[in-house]
């Protein structure tokens, strides 16, 4: 069965300086891969997704991330940190041949933005 | 109309209470999802509906019973919860299309006493 895992449950980051999420998911092929933000007491909304166009994939709010495949890796990155970037943060995988499109999230990781 | 919407906010019963939460999306999407999700855990999956049919479901207990009347709305019902079912309970609709993000509402925050 598929599994995501995501590196660090809390990562506390300055404003301004590098917010660098890890993700690695366990499939030897490549599923749909996604990013979803969650702020306090609401929904998941969607950062970003890749499903096999390029590996570069930019998001809204200044995300952005990377599919490797030799790494089975999708790392979320933004270079410069905003207090308003503090939330939870959830990497989901999709196997490409599931017509439901069911999600497998990972643990999920809380930013903190520090002043 | 491009968001989902989830009704009530919050809700509060008791353990003999019945109870409906409420979903609906326009954007014409045929698969809809419910999850639970608790505190710091990620969403659980309970139910997957497509083309207003109940497709999967996760092993729920029957004190949730969902129910799709029609493409753009879907319920969950509820009866004789436990405490333990005290969780933030998100729906979520997809195209139908592969490869395609579901788009979740803001869920409901539900307490059972």
């Known amino acids: 069965a598929q599994s995501v895992t995501q590196l660090g449950s809390h990562v506390s980051v300055s404003e301004g300086a590098l917010v660098l999420l890890r993700c690695n998911y366990s499939?030897?092929?490549?599923?749909?891969l996604f990013w979803y933000v969650q702020y306090p007491n609401q929904g998941l909304q969607l950062l970003l997704k890749?499903?096999?166009?390029?590996?570069l994939v930019k998001g809204i709010n200044g995300f952005e991330a990377e599919f490797k495949k030799s790494e089975t890796s999708f790392h979320l990155t933004k270079p410069s940190a905003h207090m308003s970037d503090a939330a939870e943060y959830f990497c989901?995988?999709?196997?490409?041949?599931?017509?439901?499109?069911?999600?497998?999230f990972g643990a999920g990781t809380q930013v903190v933005v520090t002043p | 109309d491009t968001e989902v919407t989830q009704t009530p906010k919050h809700l509060v019963m008791g353990m003999t209470n019945k109870k409906s939460l409420k979903c609906e999306q326009h954007?014409?999407?045929?698969?809809m999802y419910w999850y639970k999700q608790k505190a710091k855990k990620p969403p659980e999956l309970m139910f997957v509906?497509?083309?207003?049919?109940?497709?999967i479901n996760e092993s729920v207990p029957s004190r949730f019973s969902p129910e799709c009347p029609n493409s753009s709305l879907l319920n969950l019902h509820l009866h004789a919860l436990q405490p333990e079912d005290s969780a933030l309970y998100l729906c979520?609709?997809?195209?139908?299309?592969?490869?395609?993000?579901?788009?979740f509402g803001p869920g409901t925050r539900l307490t059972v006493l």
């Open positions: 989901a995988v999709s196997d490409i041949s599931d017509s439901w499109g069911k999600l497998q």
């Open positions: 954007m014409g999407h045929r698969a």
């Open positions: 509906y497509s083309y207003e049919k109940l497709s």
């Open positions: 890749y499903t096999s166009a390029a590996t």
């Open positions: 979520a609709s997809r195209p139908g299309l592969q490869g395609n993000e579901q788009f």
């Open positions: 499939s030897s092929v490549p599923p749909y």
